[in-house]
């Protein structure tokens, strides 16, 4: 009888324990470690001794956005065992992160685009697709600054306006459409609150969002330019 019980409570430890794990794995892959990003900078600074300067990113086209262009190929990592195995966190290992490199040409840095952001869009972006095969054009509704629309978000059936959370605040983000269809976030509340606590030095006509960069692991996707006016900023288009 006891040896019964004690195979029951067993099997019930297993099967919480096999439950648990996932969960707790999920947990690890999402959050931004510092430790994995100072071994993948070493990993990339050792590669680009040995290499003559070269990086180990994967090939985009030249219409990529900045900030999604040179995504680290682990695999060539790996090849010259600068590395042991891919971050945890990686998309790559089954987290939801994607790491990058921004100043490949000068100071190539390791940062992280949090691809939650990307799954939030392509839901949105499947929406907006079967309006328009519906209807012939896009669901905008206003105009938000040059070249840049908001979306009407009844026309699509949703509650209330699309957000993203922000990988800075983790507030929502507005999103925005372009004429060409593209999809946006508007980081100007993240901007806003690191020109007023973070130190700088930019200018109308530098590009703001590297004041997000530099102090944080992340890369603000899918965001258009903005520049800085009276100490708050604005799209680049308006400046």
């Not at 010259?80 to 195995?85: A, V």
């Not at 490199?101 to 079967?130: A, C, F, G, W």
């Amino acid at each position: 009888m006891k040896l019964k019980i004690f195979l029951a409570g067993l099997f019930i430890l297993l099967l919480l324990t096999g439950c648990l794990y996932p969960e707790n794995r999920l947990s690890k892959n999402s959050i931004p470690s510092e430790v994995q990003l100072e071994n993948v900078q070493r990993a990339i600074d050792s590669y680009r001794e040995q290499e003559n300067g070269l990086l180990p990113i994967k090939t985009k086209g030249e219409d990529t956005p900045i900030f999604q262009k040179y995504v680290i190929d682990f695999k060539k990592l790996k090849e010259k065992r600068l590395i042991s195995e891919i971050p945890g966190n990686a998309f790559e290992n089954g987290g939801v992160y994607q790491y990058v490199l921004i100043h490949p040409e000068d100071d190539p840095t390791v940062k992280l685009i949090d691809l939650r952001m990307t799954e939030q869009l392509r839901s949105l972006r499947y929406d907006i697709n079967r309006y328009q095969q519906n209807n012939q054009y896009l669901p905008y509704k206003s105009q938000v600054a040059q070249g840049i629309y908001d979306l009407d978000y009844k026309k699509l059936g949703l509650d209330a306006p699309m957000t993203v959370t922000s990988p800075y605040s983790h507030e929502p983000l507005p999103v925005y459409i372009k004429g060409n269809g593209d999809l946006l976030i508007d980081y100007r509340k993240d901007l806003y609150n690191f020109l007023k606590n973070k130190e700088h030095s930019y200018k109308k006509g530098d590009d703001i969002r590297y004041l997000l960069v530099n102090h944080s692991p992340f890369v603000p996707v899918y965001s258009p330019a903005y520049t800085i006016e009276d100490g708050e900023p604005i799209f680049m288009s308006e400046a």
